[in-house]
């Protein structure tokens, strides 16, 4: 479709609707938790986990676990509490076998992760790293062994993650593998032992591998960064590895890698048109069932028979709903289900495969009906020096795609990517009546290694323009009003919004910058003890404060906040890990200096990003309110 075409499609979809615009929900509607999500089967099939919002104490409801009985694929009983957490919600969780359950928690953003087991009869609370300032994980849940978990965490050095197997009953522990300093990823067998490793000097990556856990590692392939070669799992008799890869080809591709010949790599799946994105495997039948990938929406590529049966049995009861597996029991006769689509969370549902019964768990959010929600559509674009670009445009609901109040979303990473599904925020935003345009600029991922390069050296530079050569096609394409065009990002997105205002001033007419970085100096020195491996590799992706001084000054906002005119709001959490609160600070600091307000939301519970209800709900608020001032939707 060429861009005239899919913008006269655009307005030619929604002309004579305008009078039927959709009613405006109210925001908590589209950002509060749901009232029961994050559905998990326990082991034996037998209970059913879920999450839901719980004050505890006078305080605000956050996210706890619950546990409930299943006959077959029916819930029965009242639903048992497992979990008492009141600072913040907790954010993942998974079973055990089926009596124990694993979660984890930070402390007010910090990212300081502990892994904590309830034991499922009792409710009793065990913190299995119990240590300040550590960030723990799990490594692998040992599912054949009933006691012990494999977790990794920096509590002897800041910097690396040791492995050690962890009693989930006791905590006691021991240490399987230590880190010598250089190991920034650790693959176990189908036994649970730790027997590869990929290390980095920064700028170059080994992956490392032994035949049993007393063996010394040995290196087996030795690359450049920007070469890929990521141990996914091992084959079923544990003696060769499954790998994504990219050596000797623009995209990553599943393949099998011999430790008695690495280089002889077997290609088992290469999608070509796009990065690999991951791969399922059954543990009970030991085959693999299925490899990932992403266009403009997600593809699978099945190896099994009986996977893809499944997926075309359940793809035929939920016409109109992309889905996903999320879980299943140890026998894989019971699955968790969820279906979306680009307008709606979805629900969730209980598939038993003994009974071929599909059962509906929850819708998470009914709040918002789907019929009301904007529609998501695949663009493409080409930047100023001949590059296609990717993304996502969603138009409010019944209004036509013509001089409409837009808003540009650039995503953080900035090696991540937008895909295609629901997005409260973007849904909001077209609620509101601004149109949303998300571009996957260059250095996102999983469109091959030569775009992702494209990006290195390029922040504030090709990258941004990439961004302003968005809006300019909006702005061509007579969808955006170019007045009214703002921009809003987190992360890496917020320094694209500084950057936006800062070296394209007249382009945007309001901007919200959200735990943005602004002085790539600053940035660089203040990252986490466990970044600093990495950090060779970050002054070449990004820029080297030495070598690379007047290329990152030129392109660090903040030294350069006497360009800036566009009014600014910016959010930041107190105690981000990632991105300092001193990014926000110095932004601020000097524009005040200079007498030109900005609006400033620090909230000192939180880190990379707002988690906490009563947080999200100010923070948009403040932003709904601030856009419409500007941009008058």
């Keep these: 479709m060429t861009r005239s075409l899919l913008a006269a499609t ?45 004050s ?79 960030r ?23 910097q690396v993650f040791d492995v050690y197997r962890v009693n989930v009953r006791t905590g006691a522990s021991e240490r399987v593998a230590e880190n010598p300093g250089n190991v920034i990823g650790w693959q176990t067998d189908h036994a649970g032992k730790v027997r590869a490793a990929v290390t980095s000097d920064g700028l170059n990556t080994t992956l490392l591998y032994r035949d049993k856990e007393s063996d010394p590692f040995k290196p087996l392939i030795t690359t450049d960064y920007r070469t890929s070669v990521n141990p996914a799992l091992f084959t079923f008799d544990d003696k060769r590895l499954y790998a994504l890869s990219n050596r000797g080809r623009d995209t990553l591709a599943l393949v099998e890698i011999d430790p008695a010949r690495p280089d002889d790599e077997k290609l088992l799946f290469d999608p070509q048109q796009a990065d690999l994105g991951g791969i399922g495997y059954s543990r009970k039948r030991k085959v693999l069932t ?93 930047s ?33 990517r937008d895909s295609w599904g629901y997005n409260p925020e973007v849904q909001f935003l077209a609620n509101r009546g601004y149109c949303v345009l998300q571009i996957n600029f260059r250095g996102s991922t999983g469109y091959g290694r030569k775009f992702w390069e494209a990006g290195f050296g390029q922040w504030g530079l090709s990258m941004q323009d990439d961004i302003t050569d968005g809006v300019q096609w909006l702005i061509k394409e007579g969808i955006a009003d170019p007045k009214r065009i703002g921009i809003y990002g987190g992360s890496y997105g917020g320094y694209a919004t500084l950057a936006g205002i800062t070296f394209t001033p007249d382009l945007y007419a309001a901007a919200v910058d959200y735990v943005g970085v602004s002085n790539l100096f600053t940035f660089m020195n203040t990252i986490p003890p466990y970044w600093k491996p990495l950090l060779a590799k970050m002054h070449d992706m990004v820029g080297d404060p030495e070598k690379d001084k007047e290329r990152l000054a030129a392109t660090s906002p903040a030294l350069h906040v006497d360009r800036i005119k566009t009014p600014l709001f910016i959010a930041q959490g107190a105690k981000d890990p990632r991105v300092n609160k001193a990014e926000s600070d110095q932004v601020v600091e000097a524009l005040r200096k200079r007498g030109v307000e900005v609006e400033y939301m620090v909230k000192d519970n939180e880190g990379h990003g707002f988690h906490n209800d009563e947080n999200k709900f100010e923070f948009y608020a403040a932003m709904e309110k601030f856009f419409n001032q500007h941009l008058k939707p």
Excluded at 62 to 79: C, H, T
Excluded at 398 to 415: M, S
């Design 56 to 134: 505890i104490d006078g305080q605000p409801a956050r996210m706890n676990i619950f546990v409930q009985k299943l006959d077959g694929s029916a819930p029965v009983g009242e639903p048992r509490k497992l979990t008492n957490e009141s600072a913040r919600d907790i954010s993942n969780y998974f079973w055990k076998g089926s009596d124990t359950i694993l979660y984890a928690k930070d402390f007010g953003g910090d990212e300081n992760f502990h892994v904590l087991a309830v034991n499922v009869a009792d409710g009793k609370v065990t913190d299995l790293t119990p240590y300040e300032h550590v």
């Design 384 to 416: 100023r020096d001949g590059l296609a670009i990717h993304g996502y445009l969603t138009v409010p609901k019944g209004r036509a795609a013509k001089d409409l109040a837009c808003i540009v979303n650039p995503h953080g990473g900035p090696w991540a």
């Design 136 to 158: 723990a994980g799990i490594e692998d849940d040992l599912e054949d062994d009933p006691d012990h978990i494999l977790v990794s965490h920096n509590q002897r050095d800041p």
């Design 290 to 382: 299925a490899a990932v990938y992403q266009t403009d929406k997600t593809h699978r590529k099945y190896f099994d028979d009986q996977t893809e049966a499944l997926h075309a049995k359940l793809a035929a009861r939920l016409p109109g709903y992309e889905f996903t597996i999320q879980g299943e029991t140890r026998d894989e006769d019971k699955f968790i289900v969820a279906a979306y689509n680009d307008r709606t969370p979805g629900s969730r549902y209980l598939y038993d495969a003994r009974t071929d019964t599909l059962a509906k768990l929850a819708d998470i959010n009914p709040a918002l009906p789907e019929g009301d929600m904007a529609e998501m559509r695949p663009i493409t674009f080409q």
């Design 10 to 54: 655009l307005i030619g979809a929604a002309s004579g609707a305008a009078a039927q615009s959709p009613k405006q929900y109210p925001l908590k509607d589209f950002f509060r938790n749901p009232d029961r999500g994050y559905f998990r089967l326990a082991e034996d099939g037998k209970t059913l986990g879920f999450m839901q919002p719980v």
